[in-house]
């Protein structure tokens, strides 16, 4: 996860950009990334227009699929790419062809889609016969034109996209989320491939070049009611680029301090083995201990892996993919053949000295060593018990955090409730239809013996990272452009807040007094 790159031609050229700073207006973003990295589509088409040092400079978002052909329907997650998405890549399809820049020229005229390689095996059983077939996406048909290579899953680690869809037919699959002319609307994530000889440096000083003049004479003239101070930061943002061999993903920043942790655990049990295995050395002289724990360790990995994988959600199930990857075998073999020497070289020396020989000859095969090997051991018997009970204390705190969790009050009730999402819109339905479907399921699930409440909402109560937000004004609180009034928001069925146990406090005339007796201010 932390280390992949992704397989494309020259993963290692690749570069991600990003603009910190301030963004009025519309932002959109997702599993790539965080809203810094979002940018306009006017934007991208600005700087794919002049750019020089690129070989290739892509847009892509990923949004949610209701798919449908002859066989049954369902759901999933599909990308939106620009026409340079596959040539930057360096991919060739398995049959048919891939998106290109004539698929991506006009907006909302481009009727085709690419599948996945895993899409197609699952669901058409690799039928080459697809090619010129259409598939529904959201509603809308499209033809399919290629198949992605095996291998693929897009650019965002923890997202499968089950189809490729040219950027520019985003207003017609996502019906009401035109945002092609808005220069203040930021939903598209920009990377990029450096051209043979120029480097990171290069690259970002001819970018921002290109960058801040769109900025000054194009953008900075549609900011309305931006304070001055605002307005300076608006006019220094800079283009970021660094380094995207892994592709854009937020897992890779969520992941990597837990990850690190984990492989530090990993080296300190490491340690106190190697420490008790030099011990039996010492005593029993050469063995392969060491080659043989390697191998176990590899059997060991291979039923935690499935242990973990067996507590992931169903939707990470189908995104993240764990296995014992030749690298494994590779560094698990390299590390117990050199811990193996490592360890065992002080032994192997020691049983050596003719002291040592002679004191075995003299005691009938009884194992004794002089001083040396004595303290030597003792070092290591104190080496493997400081590390032990470090990890010990670690893993107890660790435990007690897990079991601090648990008897959080998170504030609804979580036993024994179900959550699912239908999205019929995406299917072409209208509102009225859309009203009718969602009162006629809560209706049935009401009527099904053992439940005792259906609600609705537009956010999922149980899903991380699952928000929606927007700027609201209240009478009476102070508003302005340094003014944050984002608020979070979420749309919600009757039932809801008694379904999952949510107590509502009764409306009082003041508001209750606070510890020190006094009356608490609104908020």
Known sequence: MLLRALPVETPGALINLSAPGPKPGMQSCGQAGDCDEVFSYQMFRDLEKSQTVLTGLVAHVGFGASLADKNAPLSGAGLFVSGSYFPTLGLQPVIGRLLGPDDDRTIGSHFVTVLSHRFWLSHFDADPGVLGQTITVNGHALSIIGVAPRGFDGTTLGTEPKVFVPLTMQGVIEAGRDNF???????IYLFGQLKPGVSLTQATSAL???????????EVPLQEGMSEATLVRFKAKDLLVMPSQ???SSVHREARTPLY?????????????CANIANLLLARGASRAMEMGGLASLLVARWTLGLIFSLFPPESLS??????????????????VGTGLLFGMFPALHSTRADLVTTIRSNAGQIAGNRGAARFRATLVTVQIGLATALLISAGLFMKSLGNVTHVDLGVQVDDVVTFGISPEQSGYDSTRSRQLFERVEEQLA??????????STVPPLLAG????????VQGFPSGPDVDNNSRLNEIGSGY?????????PAASSPPPTASGRPASPS
């Open 246 to 248: 892994r592709g854009q």
């Open 208 to 218: 921002n070049r290109l960058y801040h003049p769109i900025l000054t004479d194009i």
């Open 319 to 336: 995104t993240l993919h764990f296995g014992l990857q030749p690298s494994v075998f590779a560094f698990a073999a390299l590390l117990s």
């Open 497 to 505: 807040f008694g379904t999952l146990g949510v107590p509502v406090l």
């Open 261 to 273: 942790m984990l492989f530090g655990i990993t080296g300190v049990v490491l340690l106190i083995a």
């Open 181 to 187: 002319e808005r220069r203040n609307a930021y939903w």
């Open 466 to 473: 699952s928000n929606w937000g927007t700027d609201v004004h």
């Open 447 to 456: 009527a099904l013996p053992g439940v005792t409440g259906v609600t609705s």
